[in-house]
């Protein structure tokens, strides 16, 4: 299989699809770029058709430019009180012209999902962008940079992207397989060279340590590093600039560049990435988050000046937005699902949804949405919306965010169950053999220990915090025979001593997983971790399989093989 997991056709036809990494990794660039090559001619000859239908510019109808404005990381319900307290004078003169709508985030609540949902429209199954730690290049031709210079002509149309960040939003790093016995070496040079740029104040980020899959090729060992979600799409831009950091610096350069490019119609995303560094730093509840939003709103305020100033103001609609919000009193945003936009663009008309940004933006710009291939998840914020409610947070079935403070033995997740088929395909995936021991931690009704113990004839435990969980589970090993086989433990799960288990089965909620990290690293080489629809941030897993049950749901699942894959710079900005 190549490297882009064939998005268009996966889409109408698997029940199944499987993408073991391994064989990711041993696809030639030669092949990968072939393969990208022939989606991105599907892709131009949709836009060739609507290029020839040459848009005629009408203000009355629609904008000549649009500002989309990203505040990284502002959670709603902060936003909102500091809108109550009159902080943020520029959000509200702009809401005064037109709307200010919540927007419920379905996936990852994080910079990489967020921005690639928003510049897209996309659910990550077709960009192949799932999280800061799960990603690829987005395919050529989806972003709305490049659909909006196909649509107007790159001679006549500028795009501009000014980015706060220096990683997870901007940077253009090429897919790259790099030899482990090199790697070390490359990284001491670059372990230098970050010192000097970080001496003579240089773009930021320089000298990471790159995160990866291993592969082994002829007794060799290579790390596959996946590209940066941007590197694809930063070159049909006039200007793509990354690593800013500071609002004032995003602020200025946005503004020279608004001077330079005034006499032609624009898209420009203008990113701000304050909020998301004082939040990681000091919290969401600290002074300095606080003032990092209205230092975004200053700005946010004096691109809007500059607007009026160039007497663009009636022709331009400004879109002000966030990736993802923020942990309430947290310091992380690892279910966040809450933030909002604001525009003067009055014909928005409804709450919507991180995908629907990029058809309201393309909309507004003429194109027709249901020409475009391949279709959009999003929908206009302009047009009704009948979708089912959304699924909220990290991963579908998250709805119920942990509390950072619970006490220890209440549950940490609301119990949903296994599906059968999905229980099977764990059970398969970890190669479940009689003389293995396996854990179920969090076992619900002990479907997974039954099922290991019955298909096997393993020795399994289940355990759960919750007394009603554990009587289900002792009435469904009983039913099932497999008493002499199978216990049932009620156990905080973070209490346990794993060494001598070989399968661990997990459906709990990302953050959980990663809390387990501990005492999942004591286990024995070789032993098995599989989770039901719930990564590991930071740690890379061997295989990802995707399946639908009976019901049409979809499912993941991760399998991870001891010792774990640490990724060290997965991190959650
Ligand atoms: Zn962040």
Known sequence: MAFYPARWDNRVVYGERVWPLQDRGKASFFLRGLSMRRRVLVVCAVAVVTALVSPVW?????????????????????????????????LKRLVDQGKYVKIDIEGTTDTKAGWTQI????????????????????????????????QFGTESFVTVAVIGKDRHCGEIDPPQKVRLDAEEKQQNNAGDQKKKAAKKNQQPGAGKKPAGKIVEENGIQYRIVPGSPYYGMHTALEVWEFGLMEDQKVGTRAIELLDKYKDKPFFFFVHFAEVDHAGHKYGENSREYNDALISND?????????????????????YVTA????????????????????????????????????????????????????????ISLTKPDSRAAAKLGPAKGAQAAPKPQEPPKRPDVVYVPTPQEVVEKMLEMAQVTKDDLVYDLGCGDGRIVVAAAK?????????????????????NVEKSGVGDLVTIVQKDIFTLDLSEVNVVTLYLLPSLNVKLIPQLEKLKPGSRIVSHDFDMQGVTPDQVVELTSANGADHTVYLWTAPLKKEPQTTTE
């Open 58 to 90: 009408s203000a009355a109808e629609h904008p000549r430019n649009v500002i989309l404005i990203g505040w990284d990381g502002a959670q709603r319900e902060h936003v909102d009180q500091c809108l109550g307290r009159n902080e943020l004078p520029s």
């Open 119 to 150: 510049l897209t429209g996309y659910y990550p199954k077709v960009t192949g962008v799932y999280s800061n730690g799960r990603y690829q290049p987005v395919p050529e031709g989806l972003s709305v940079f490049e659909r909006l210079e196909k």
């Open 298 to 318: 200053l700005w946010t305020g004096k691109i809007m000046d500059k607007i009026k100033e160039l007497g663009l103001a009636d022709k331009t609609q400004v």
């Open 323 to 378: 990736d993802h919000g923020f942990d309430e009193d947290g310091k992380t945003h690892k279910f966040a699902p809450y933030v909002f936009l604001a525009t003067n663009n009055k014909a928005v008309a409804r709450d919507g949804r991180r995908q629907d940004v990029a058809p309201t933006i393309l909309e507004a710009f003429g194109a027709d949405l249901a020409a475009v291939q391949p279709g959009l998840d999003g």
């Open 455 to 475: 298909t096997y004839g393993c020795r399994a435990f289940g355990f759960d915090v919750d007394p009603r969980r554990i009587k289900e589970s002792n009435e």
